[in-house]
């Protein structure tokens, strides 16, 4: 039997509060009567059963779904379900007594919706919502004293009118936080942030809060003491920064970091992130935390030098993504000073050179690689046993950039300007596979070095010709010998170098030493077009004498890319910047690279567009 009329349910109302007006509607009883009554437990409505939604529909007249919205239903064990969203209980502030004074005394004004009856709302029962969103004025929030005032019950619960007055008069006056506002919301069925949307709404809460308390009351508040003020703040401005996502969240915590001075961020990710780390580290339970667990890991895998195994947030680190200068040496054999000075040179990390600060980092693939050709670098005397060739030859493949130096540029010194070996294997194993190798040396083949005296051609040229394929006849008889092992044909190298020098061409090797780009960049190059379509530069294929093609490329289309362009490395080094320093700021002017990223080798610009700054 459904009792008639049906009353209107008031906005927010909770369950009791709406019986309770029923109750003395219907058959002018208090609350507990009416309940003994219709034989329902009080404890039935504190956290409701499905079967007593049942009971309710039928008596009542209101379909579940507004039944749903008016308590928090039981779920089993501490979940709850509430306008369709399940929460854990956490979410709800069941174990207080929360009104705005203000909502109450218009209640019992004769003309009020509730017939001069004070109305609980559902709302004041969410542990996160502390303001008054109609009058704008916090909460007022206290332990219940009995389990009876568990039903909240206003009449029972709240103080007598002239407390009230007091209690209004004297309501701190609040903004209702971006938090607040989403949680109403979306309990009212409307969409929000697709980020918070995507979980739980108490996650999504808990979230907002957690990371709003150290952006707000400092890292390590003590949150069994912080005040309903400080919980308000952190959920709005945690709140703002979770709206927009992920992005949002990570933009917040690099803020944050970046206003943490120098010495404290030693302490690592527990020192900067304080509660918001703990809270993810060191859960005593199995409850979900939600998607900012994975957010706050990236960050700190990304800001942080964690070793590879470190257990975060229950989870291996399978890779270690960043290395500080200390971290790096404590798995190299170089110096922590050693290790600054050659990756700000390299533009692997942004600071200075001469100062070691522990909280700048860098990526931890590059950092170790360049570590790894600091350890095995060549002096001179090494390389030139390595190469087995004289020490002006290997001077001049390092000077010339055949064979790279380590870090190139006037503040390189000690090993930085070495060669690492690999760079200088990598160089003996292209030069090696110019070469055929034979069990006797073809008649008129000679070494290297006899074949420039001979022709009356520096030795430089001709290994950028056996590099770029240039010679027919290029022999090896013993590959131990390395460098000296390679022959060729003087009469050959005199023809071949002195027709192209002719033609004003030189081949690929010699190609990419004048631009100052690797093969592939100087591939990338020949695909761009300038703002008139015409090629940047262009391949004119040749033929040896064998008739194989070999590649080869206009001194005057070289020189004249290099008078209207200039690398980053260069205008860095000129400005006295580290390359991602002048990144920025060329970026900051406006100024567009030649190409985009890394696909020139290097990056490139128009010295028109750099003005003064293209030197």
Same mark, same amino acid.
């Given at each position: 039997?459904?009792?008639?009329?049906?009353?209107?349910?008031? *906005?927010? *109302?909770?369950?009791?509060?709406?019986?309770?007006?029923?109750?003395? !509607?219907?058959?002018?009883? *208090?609350?507990?009567? !009416?309940?003994?009554?219709?034989?329902?437990?009080r404890n039935a409505l504190i956290t409701p059963q499905q079967e007593t939604f049942d009971r309710l529909e039928g008596l009542l007249g209101l379909p579940g779904k507004t039944l749903g919205q008016m308590a928090f239903q039981s779920a089993g064990g501490r979940m709850r379900v509430i306008a369709g969203e399940t929460v854990h209980s956490e979410f709800t502030a069941m174990k207080t007594t929360s009104f705005c004074p203000i909502c109450l005394l218009e209640d019992q004004e004769p003309d009020s919706p509730s017939r001069s009856m004070r109305v609980?709302?559902?709302?004041?029962?969410?542990?996160?919502?502390?303001?008054?969103?109609k009058h704008g004025v916090e909460l007022v929030r206290r332990p219940l004293g009995t389990f009876s005032e568990g039903l909240q019950v206003m009449s029972d619960v709240a103080p007598d009118d002239a407390v009230l007055e007091q209690l209004a008069t004297l309501a701190p006056g609040r903004t209702p936080s971006a938090l607040q506002h989403y949680i109403e919301h979306r309990l009212a069925g409307e969409a929000g942030p697709a980020w918070l949307d995507d979980q739980p709404i108490d996650l999504a809460a808990r979230a907002c809060e957690m990371l709003g308390v150290i952006l707000t009351a400092g890292t390590h508040v003590?949150?069994?003491?912080?005040?309903?003020?400080?919980?308000?703040?952190?959920?709005?401005?945690?709140?703002?920064? #979770?709206?927009?996502?992920?992005?949002?969240?990570?933009?917040?915590?690099?803020?944050?970091?970046?206003?943490?001075p120098e010495e404290e961020r030693r302490g690592g990710p527990q020192h900067v992130l304080g509660r918001l780390y703990q809270w993810l580290q060191f859960k005593k339970n199995t409850k979900a935390v939600g998607p900012i667990r994975e957010?706050?890991?990236?960050?700190?895998?990304?800001?942080?030098?964690?070793?590879?195994?470190?257990?975060?947030?229950?989870?291996?680190?399978?890779?270690?993504?960043?290395?500080?200068?200390?971290? =790096?040496?404590?798995?190299?054999? =170089?110096?922590?000073?050693?290790?600054?000075?050659?990756m700000v040179l390299a533009g692997v990390l942004d600071g200075d050179p001469d100062r070691a600060q522990s909280h700048l980092v860098f990526d931890a693939d590059e950092g170790e690689?360049?570590?790894?050709?600091?350890?095995?670098?060549?002096? +001179?005397? #090494?390389?030139?046993?390595?190469?087995?060739?004289?020490?002006?030859?290997?001077?001049?493949?390092?000077?010339?950039?055949?064979?790279?130096?380590?870090?190139? +540029?006037?503040?390189?010194?000690?090993?930085?300007?070495?060669?690492?070996? #690999?760079?200088?294997?990598?160089?003996?194993?292209? !030069?090696?596979?110019?070469?055929?190798?034979v069990n006797v040396a073809s008649p008129g083949v000679v070494d290297i070095v006899a074949a420039a005296e001979a022709a009356r051609w520096p030795v430089l040229d001709i290994v950028n010709g056996v590099l770029s394929g240039l010679f027919a006849r290029v022999e090896v008889v013993d590959p131990a010998l390395k460098f000296k092992g390679v022959l060729v044909d003087p009469e050959e190298v005199r023809l071949v170098l002195s027709r192209n020098k002719a033609a004003g061409r030189v081949g690929i090797e010699e190609a990419v030493a004048l631009i100052g780009m690797p093969v592939h960049g100087v591939n990338a190059l020949l695909?761009?077009?300038?703002?008139?379509?015409?090629?940047?530069?262009?391949?004119?294929?040749?033929?040896? #004498?064998?008739?194989?093609?070999?590649?080869?490329?206009?001194?005057?289309?070289?020189?004249?890319?290099?008078?209207?362009?200039?690398?980053?490395?260069?205008?860095?080094?000129?400005?006295?910047?580290?390359?991602?320093v002048m990144k920025m700021k060329l970026d900051g002017r406006g100024a567009v690279p030649l190409a985009p990223g890394y696909e020139l080798g290097r990056i490139w610009y128009r010295r028109a567009d750099l003005g003064e700054l293209a030197g």
């Open positions: 039997m459904t009792l008639h009329p049906i009353l209107p349910v008031l *906005e927010w *109302e909770s369950l009791t509060s709406y019986l309770n007006r029923v109750a003395r !509607f219907h058959c002018g009883m *208090e609350l507990f009567d !009416f309940l003994s009554f219709i034989e329902l437990p609980g709302r559902i709302t004041w029962q969410i542990e996160h919502l502390r303001v008054c969103s003590n949150l069994k003491t912080l005040d309903g003020l400080g919980w308000h703040r952190a959920g709005d401005t945690g709140c703002r920064a #979770a709206s927009r996502g992920a992005e949002g969240i990570r933009a917040a915590l690099e803020l944050h970091l970046a206003r943490i957010v706050v890991r990236e960050f700190i895998l990304d800001s942080f030098p964690i070793p590879a195994g470190t257990d975060l947030f229950g989870e291996a680190v399978d890779r270690q993504r960043v290395h500080s200068a200390y971290s =790096l040496a404590k798995v190299s054999t =170089l110096h922590v000073k050693t290790i600054v000075r050659a690689a360049l570590a790894r050709r600091i350890e095995t670098a060549l002096t +001179g005397k #090494a390389l030139e046993g390595h190469l087995n060739c004289n020490r002006v030859q290997a001077q001049q493949l390092v000077r010339s950039g055949v064979i790279p130096r380590i870090i190139d +540029g006037e503040h390189a010194s000690g090993a930085l300007k070495g060669v690492a070996l #690999a760079d200088a294997d990598a160089f003996l194993d292209r !030069f090696m596979a110019q070469a055929k190798q695909r761009l077009r300038d703002g008139d379509g015409a090629p940047y530069l262009s391949e004119y294929p040749g033929v040896n #004498a064998k008739g194989a093609t070999v590649r080869l490329f206009d001194v005057s289309e070289i020189l004249a890319f290099r008078r209207g362009h200039v690398s980053l490395k260069e205008v860095a080094e000129a400005q006295s910047f580290s390359p991602k």
